[in-house]
């Protein structure tokens, strides 16, 4: 009888949350949002304290460099752990490394005593964490739900991730003039023990795991695997495109809301609440149709308006006009990010899984600090916006490139 209850309780579920039937998701789910919240109260704060320090673009783009340059280094390695041990395992400890630098960054910021470059070490050590976390992050997804609902539980889990855009900046803005930016790091170290209380509650099937050969071995494993693949290679190329030319503009915000807007820090926390509102819809919209079709013109042509809207945003000194390209850069770049993952972990088989989301995450968070540096090195020759257009312009021009040269990605559906 209870369990007739139950069942009939998840068909009254909507469509559009159905991944949420599953209690292990639902923890994972709620934990991650918690989290993430506290994870972009930081990133605000980070932002702004490098502009109170410097005032200078060039080190927005260092610090955002310091930030992300592990992902191309300990990325790769942190998928051949997630599929040669426990993932949960390896999330609980990652999680816990970031907690405690989250503390030691409010710290240092409370007594004023903080540097540039202690601000940039400690972005460089958070990064490292999170090199190794985010292949099992993505690689565990697919253990909390049915493969049918795996369309579902990505678009679920970018929508938490933008919900979180939305309110962490918002929420960001206000509480550094309250409490000032040693507030907001502090509040995201005890954001993660909503993470860690999730973590240690989910159950999931035991998995194969590869300890039969080398970690070197495994790694290289991978790569043959993808390259035997000819829609997940292109995939990842274009992911590549995106990281290095397009994403690196999210860095500068910061300098576009204070030198070129003229807004102070709730108006920051606006314009990064717009993108991720826009990032909801656009997740919202991907949950709601459950499966996502011709997936390579939808990826190809969603890529073409991101790029398209940073170009509006690196020129417009307006500031609701900013807003709206910020809403637009955020709807089609969560369906463009959304085609990608579903695509690639439709195409990948359960035992490569690791090694090929840690490929597609180094791919699209390792290339970030090199066109983030590569932009700020720029800005010092040319305006910060004239050379974050130049870059998004080369990117949607090579989208095109793709689409046009590239039968299987035409074929993708």
Known sequence: MARALAEEHDRELPQVVRALENPNFRLFWSGNFLSNIGTWMQNVAQGWLVLLLTNSAFWLGVVGFAGSIPFLFFSLFGGVVAD??????????TQTAMMILAFLLAGL???????????????????VAMSMNAPSYQALVPKLVKREDLTNAIALNSAQFNM?????????????????????????????????????????PPEKLSRHESMWASLCGGFVYLHSERQMRVLVWMTAVVSFLGIPYLTFIPYFAKDQLHVGASGLGWLMAC???????????????????????????????????????????????????????????????????????????????????????????????????????????????????????????????????????????
């Not at 601000?119 to 460089?124: C, E, G, Q, R």
């Not at 550094?176 to 999730?198: D, I, P």
Request: glycine share 12%; charged share 15%.
């Open 84 to 93: 040669r041990m426990d993932k949960r395992r390896l999330l609980l400890i």
């Open 275 to 413: 993108s991720g509102f826009g990032a909801l819809l656009g997740a919202i919209t991907v949950a709601a149709r459950g499966v996502i079709r011709h997936r390579g013109a939808v990826l190809t042509f969603c890529g073409v308006g991101f790029f398209l809207a940073i170009i509006g945003f690196s020129y417009s000194h307006r500031f609701v006009l900013s807003e709206c390209l910020a809403f637009c850069e955020g709807y089609s770049g969560i369906l463009m990010i959304s085609c990608f993952n579903v695509s690639i972990q439709h195409l990948s088989s359960d035992e490569m899984r690791g090694r090929i989301m840690s490929i597609y995450t180094t791919s699209f968070l390792g290339l970030p600090p090199l066109g983030a540096l590569v932009a700020g090195e720029l800005s010092r020759y040319i305006p910060t916006g004239r050379a974050l257009s130049l870059m998004a312009a080369t990117a949607a021009l090579l989208f095109l490139g793709f689409f046009a040269f590239s039968r299987p990605l035409r074929e993708l559906d």
């Open 164 to 204: 979180s855009r939305i309110l962490g900046p918002s929420l960001g803005g206000y509480a550094m003039a309250l409490f000032g930016v040693a507030g907001n790091f502090f509040l995201n170290g005890v954001s993660f023990l909503a993470v860690l209380w999730a973590l240690l509650r989910i159950e999931y």
């Open 109 to 127: 910021a409370w007594f004023k005593v903080i540097t540039i470059w202690e601000l940039a070490a400690i972005a460089f050590l958070n990064g």
